[in-house]
C-alpha cells in the first residue's frame, strides 16, 4: 500500500481583475449583496472555524455526530475504490468518518482559500498517508471539469519543491487521471447549500450531477426551519465571532482593493426571514457614507443593507423537491433526535 505526502494544491482562484468586477456587479445590485465566498480569505476562514466552536452554532457538532454515527450506511452505496469530491472543504474536519469506512478511498478538497486548503489537508494526509489526495482552490460555485485539469495547473511551489523532471511530472499526470477515473461521491456538508437562492441551488445541483456523472452520489448536509430565536443566535453568536466574520468583509475590500471608506460605519444584522426561510445576513449602515472603491462611487443610505450572505433552511420533503428539479433521487436520509439537521444522500 503506498504512502502519500504533501498535498498537491490546483490554484484556481478567480484573479485580481475577476474578484474588482465581483465586487463592483455585487453593489451594484439593489439591494447590494456580494458572493458569500468573498467571506473566506485566510482571516475569514479563521473567524468561520471560531463561529462553528460557538455554543450557539450547534450544526457543527450535530453533522459530525450524524457522520460518525451513520458513516457506515451512507458509505455502502459506493464501490470500493471511490473518490470522494469535498465540496467548500474548509479545515477538512468532516470527512474522516467517510475515508474511515470507505474501502480504498480517494480524496479531492475544493474551497476558495488555498492557504487554509493547503494547511487543512497536509493535516489530513498526515492521518490518512494510504489515501491519494488532492486540493483544489476554486470558487466551487462556478464551472470546471476535472478531465481538463493536469499538471500545469498544480501550485509552481509543489512543483519546484523537489526540482521535478518530466518524468516526475508524467508521474503525477497519471496520479491525476487515475483520481479522476475513480467512481465519484461529492460530499456538500454544512448546509452550504442554503448560501444559495433556490433556483440558484436547483441550477447547482445539476452541475454537481454532471461532474459526479450519471452513476455519481451525493453526500449533503441541509440545516432545517426551527425556532426563530434559536436560528438567530446561531448566526449571531454572544461572543460576537458572526459580526467579526462578517466585518472582515469589509476590512478585505480595503486591502485587497484599495477601497475608501469607514468599516466603522457598518454593523452586523442576522435576522429569520419567515416567507422566505432564511436567514438574511447583512452589515447595516449606520448613517448615510460614500465608498470609493477602483473609481466607482457607491453610496450607502442610513440603514441601508449590504447581504453578505443567505442561509435557507429546508424541510426535508422541500429538500427532495428541489433535488428531483436538479435530477437526484434521495436514497437515505439520516437525522438528529430533535430532526432539525439531516444528511441526505442522493443518487
Given at each position: 500500500?503506498?504512502?502519500?505526502?504533501?498535498?498537491?494544491?490546483?490554484?484556481?482562484?478567480?484573479?485580481?481583475?475577476?474578484?474588482?468586477?465581483?465586487?463592483?456587479?455585487?453593489?451594484?445590485?439593489c439591494p447590494k449583496q456580494l458572493p458569500a465566498w468573498l467571506l473566506y480569505n485566510s482571516e475569514g476562514s479563521a473567524l468561520f472555524d471560531q463561529i462553528c466552536l460557538q455554543p450557539e452554532y450547534t450544526l457543527t457538532s450535530t453533522e459530525l455526530e450524524l457522520l460518525h454515527k451513520h458513516a457506515a450506511?451512507?458509505?455502502?452505496?459506493?464501490?470500493?475504490?471511490?473518490?470522494?469530491?469535498?465540496?467548500?472543504?474548509?479545515?477538512?474536519?468532516?470527512?474522516?468518518?467517510?475515508?474511515?469506512?470507505?474501502?480504498?478511498?480517494?480524496?479531492?478538497?475544493?474551497?476558495?482559500?488555498?492557504?487554509?486548503?493547503?494547511?487543512?489537508?497536509?493535516?489530513?494526509?498526515?492521518?490518512?498517508?494510504?489515501?491519494?489526495?488532492?486540493?483544489?482552490?476554486?470558487?466551487?460555485?462556478?464551472?470546471?471539469?476535472?478531465?481538463?485539469?493536469?499538471?500545469?495547473?498544480?501550485?509552481?511551489?509543489?512543483?519546484?519543491?523537489?526540482?521535478?523532471?518530466?518524468?516526475?511530472?508524467?508521474?503525477?499526470?497519471?496520479?491525476?487521471?487515475?483520481?479522476?477515473?475513480?467512481?465519484?461521491?461529492?460530499?456538500?456538508?454544512?448546509?452550504?447549500?442554503?448560501?444559495?437562492?433556490?433556483?440558484?441551488?436547483?441550477?447547482?445541483?445539476?452541475?454537481?450531477?454532471?461532474?459526479?456523472?450519471?452513476?455519481?452520489?451525493?453526500?449533503?448536509?441541509?440545516?432545517?426551519?426551527?425556532?426563530?430565536?434559536?436560528?438567530?443566535?446561531?448566526?449571531?453568536?454572544?461572543?460576537?465571532?458572526?459580526?467579526?466574520?462578517?466585518?472582515?468583509?469589509?476590512?478585505?475590500?480595503?486591502?485587497?482593493?484599495?477601497?475608501?471608506?469607514?468599516?466603522?460605519?457598518?454593523?452586523?444584522?442576522?435576522?429569520?426571514?419567515?416567507?422566505?426561510?432564511?436567514?438574511?445576513?447583512?452589515?447595516?449602515?449606520?448613517?448615510?457614507?460614500?465608498?470609493?472603491?477602483?473609481?466607482?462611487?457607491?453610496?450607502?443610505?442610513?440603514?441601508?443593507?449590504?447581504?453578505?450572505?443567505?442561509?435557507?433552511?429546508?424541510?426535508?420533503?422541500?429538500?427532495?423537491?428541489?433535488?428531483?428539479?436538479?435530477?437526484?433521487?434521495?436514497?437515505?436520509?439520516?437525522?438528529?433526535?430533535?430532526?432539525?439537521?439531516?444528511?441526505?444522500?442522493?443518487?
Open positions: 500500500m503506498a504512502n502519500y505526502t504533501g498535498f498537491p494544491l490546483i490554484d484556481l482562484h478567480p484573479s485580481p481583475a475577476d474578484l474588482a468586477a465581483v465586487v463592483l456587479a455585487g453593489l451594484a445590485r450506511k451512507l458509505c455502502k452505496y459506493l464501490p470500493a475504490g471511490g473518490l470522494v469530491l469535498e465540496f467548500g472543504a474548509g479545515s477538512a474536519e468532516k470527512v474522516g468518518p467517510l475515508l474511515d469506512v470507505l474501502a480504498d478511498p480517494a480524496y479531492i478538497a475544493i474551497d476558495i482559500n488555498a492557504n487554509h486548503l493547503q494547511t487543512a489537508g497536509a493535516r489530513l494526509q498526515a492521518c490518512y498517508p494510504h489515501v491519494p489526495m488532492l486540493g483544489i482552490c476554486a470558487d466551487f460555485s462556478g464551472s470546471f471539469d476535472l478531465a481538463n485539469l493536469n499538471v500545469s495547473d498544480l501550485d509552481k511551489s509543489d512543483l519546484d519543491e523537489g526540482g521535478l523532471d518530466e518524468s516526475d511530472l508524467n508521474e503525477k499526470q497519471l496520479h491525476l487521471s487515475e483520481l479522476f477515473s475513480r467512481p465519484r461521491l461529492g460530499f456538500f456538508p454544512g448546509s452550504s447549500l442554503g448560501n444559495f437562492e433556490p433556483e440558484e441551488a436547483i441550477g447547482f445541483l445539476r452541475q454537481l450531477r454532471q461532474l459526479l456523472g450519471p452513476k455519481g452520489l451525493l453526500l449533503i448536509g441541509i440545516d432545517q426551519p426551527k425556532q426563530r430565536t434559536l436560528l438567530e443566535a446561531a448566526y449571531n453568536d454572544a461572543a460576537g465571532v458572526s459580526a467579526a466574520f462578517a466585518s472582515n468583509l469589509l476590512l478585505r475590500l480595503q486591502r485587497d482593493l484599495k477601497a475608501e471608506f469607514d468599516p466603522a460605519g457598518f454593523s452586523y444584522l442576522a435576522q429569520w426571514q419567515e416567507k422566505e426561510q432564511r436567514i438574511a445576513m447583512a452589515l447595516v449602515s449606520r448613517e448615510p457614507q460614500r465608498m470609493l472603491l477602483l473609481g466607482e462611487e457607491i453610496f450607502f443610505a442610513a440603514g441601508e443593507q449590504l447581504i453578505t450572505e443567505y442561509s435557507y433552511k429546508y424541510s426535508p420533503e422541500a429538500f427532495q423537491n428541489l433535488a428531483a428539479r436538479a435530477g437526484w433521487q434521495g436514497l437515505e436520509r439520516c437525522c438528529d433526535a430533535t430532526d432539525g439537521y439531516s444528511l441526505h444522500l442522493l443518487g
